[in-house]
């Protein structure tokens, strides 16, 4: 191509290269006129060309690949104007620096790394750092803050677990109280019911309730919140499970305590003919199921000193630990049919529930045909709480589970139960419950880790008859932020979790809706030092 410029700038003729006699003429006005336009265009491009380079130059300096200045302006245009990007101003080294990770031992015994932002800008300021050096110090800052956060959060949770499983020195005192004022007053030893209240223990016109429990105190308050909230408490009977240990003390204290006009039946497991005849398949569930936590899991110190865990996965596998999931207190209602073998229906209350409204509409439901009237767990946004479904509870990648069931099909939960006896009796809901532990237990506790509930899930899949959540209000003993008001307008509020409200560690705002069913002014109460904190 050829471009000609007569002498008078009037004209410019551009020429093809292949000899074609085509052009252009450009015809400008005044010669005063091009030397303007001339001028300004010569100063746009020498613009152009110096911002250009200074872009090359930020592009090398920021730690790119080398390039020259047109190569630069060929860069990927994702979008991108001259080389440099429209979506982000964050030099590539930041990102290359942040991707490497950072092994704990790099850390160890480091006291230049800043303990917070402030320092970290002041150590910026001062420093005069390139991006790479901020990065670097960015990245040893964070991993730091990680490690630490994690680190505290295990020890809470361990503290957590020691607290719970623990059992406070007032209910031990209480215990011990009661044992002895069983052994010398023969007013703590009364036969629970008297002798012409025995035919209603097994009379389906009144109104069963079963508790399992080992805690004296737990179990007074589900009694007396049950009893006090009834309308028609001359028609409840309350059946009071209890073991060998806690026999006495609870006989004791409720002899004293007497809660007329209702009923209240306490017996332990030896006392139970069915449980004393032959083998029993939840105790030796139980036997096999500790000896395999003990030998796999090792202790809370093992479990802790794991460093790669999740910390979500410590504090399950520090749960797996209480003693509560493997007492035959918790198991012992998968045995209900059989234990309680002239009723046709009960309500199962666990002893770390508050009763707030009178249960007897529950015999109103129809289940049509179901065994177990349960509240569902997947009905809200509460993560913690309404969000669960079987995926929640039970190992989905282990080829049991996963072939036998659907992990977004909704949970239920425990605490507060309505149990068709006799629709249960015609089904196989407790051998199916025994096989599935057994299944547990010889894949090394891979199908779930805690709990009877995961294997209730399975043993009662597709006999459970969803009840309104008004009669049942679960996460009270782990969700700080449940709202005391809705907590007042509940049927039944369950403090399921951690912070038990006999515990320490109970939510402050929550525990009064416990502690107002106990009676402060009461010798045991007052001699072993429970007070409402």
């Not at 035919?199 to 399992?212: G, T």
């Not at 030998?295 to 460093?307: C, D, E, L, P």
Request: glycine residues 4%; aromatic residues 10%.
């Amino acid at each position: 191509m050829l471009l000609q410029i007569s002498p008078s700038l009037r004209h410019v003729t551009v020429l093809p290269g292949k000899g074609l006699k085509e052009f252009i003429k450009v015809k400008v006005a005044s010669r005063r006129l091009s030397y303007r336009m001339l001028f300004y265009s010569l100063l746009f491009f020498t613009f152009l060309l110096r911002f250009v380079f200074v872009l090359t130059a930020v592009d090398n300096i920021d730690g790119e690949n080398k390039c020259s200045s047109i190569g630069c302006l060929g860069k990927k245009l994702r979008p991108k104007i001259l080389g440099r990007s429209l979506e982000s101003n964050v030099p590539e080294v930041i990102y290359g620096i942040l991707d490497q990770p950072l092994g704990k031992d790099e850390l160890e015994g480091r006291s230049d790394i800043p303990q917070t932002l402030e320092e970290f800008m002041i150590q910026m300021r001062e420093g005069g750092y390139d991006a790479k050096t901020f990065a670097i110090k960015l990245r040893e800052m964070v991993t730091f803050m990680e490690q630490r956060t994690r680190e505290a959060k295990i020890q809470e949770y361990l503290y957590r677990h020691v607290a719970s499983s623990s059992i406070p020195k007032q209910l031990h005192c209480l215990g011990l109280r009661l044992a002895s004022e069983h052994s010398n007053n023969a007013a703590a030893r009364l036969q629970l019911p008297s002798a012409e209240l025995v035919p209603a223990l097994v009379d389906n016109n009144y109104f069963h309730f079963v508790l399992a429990s080992d805690n004296v105190l737990a179990a007074s308050v589900v009694a007396k919140s049950l009893v006090r909230n009834s309308l028609r408490p001359q028609k409840v009977v309350l059946h009071i499970i209890t073991d060998r240990k806690t026999y006495y003390p609870m006989q004791a204290w409720f002899s004293l305590h007497p809660l007329t006009p209702a009923i209240i039946e306490v017996k332990a497991l030896h006392h139970f003919d069915w449980f004393t005849k032959g083998k029993v398949p939840v105790l030796e569930a139980m036997e096999k199921d500790q000896n395999v936590r003990s030998q796999f899991r090792g202790g809370s110190s093992t479990i802790v000193a794991n460093a790669t865990e999740n910390p979500k996965v410590i504090a399950a596998k520090l749960q797996a630990l209480s003693p509560k999931y493997n007492s035959v207190m918790n198991h012992i209602r998968i045995h209900l049919p059989e234990l309680f073998s002239s009723l046709s229906k009960v309500v199962f209350l666990d002893d770390d529930i508050v009763v707030q409204s009178d249960l007897t509409p529950l015999w109103d439901i129809d289940m049509n045909g179901k065994v177990n009237g349960a509240v569902e767990t997947c009905t809200g946004d509460d993560k913690f709480v309404m969000s669960k479904r079987l995926k929640s509870y039970l190992n989905f990648s282990h080829a049991l589970i996963s072939q036998n069931f659907d992990p977004n099909e909704c949970a239920w939960a425990y605490g507060m139960n309505i149990f068709d006896l006799d629709a249960w009796r015609k089904t196989n809901i407790s051998s199916t419950y025994h096989y599935w532990v057994e299944q547990n237990i010889k894949s090394d506790l891979s199908l779930w880790q805690l709990g009877t509930l995961p294997p209730g899930l399975i043993a009662f899949h597709g006999h459970v008859h969803a009840i309104d959540p008004f009669w049942h209000m679960l996460g009270l003993g782990y969700q700080e932020t449940t709202s005391l008001d809705e907590a007042k307008s509940a049927g039944v509020i369950h403090f399921n979790g951690r912070a038990k409200p006999w515990l320490d560690i109970a939510f402050p705002h929550l525990r009064p809706l416990w502690t107002k069913y106990i009676d402060f002014s009461d010798y045991f109460i007052k001699s072993c030092h429970i007070r409402k904190l």
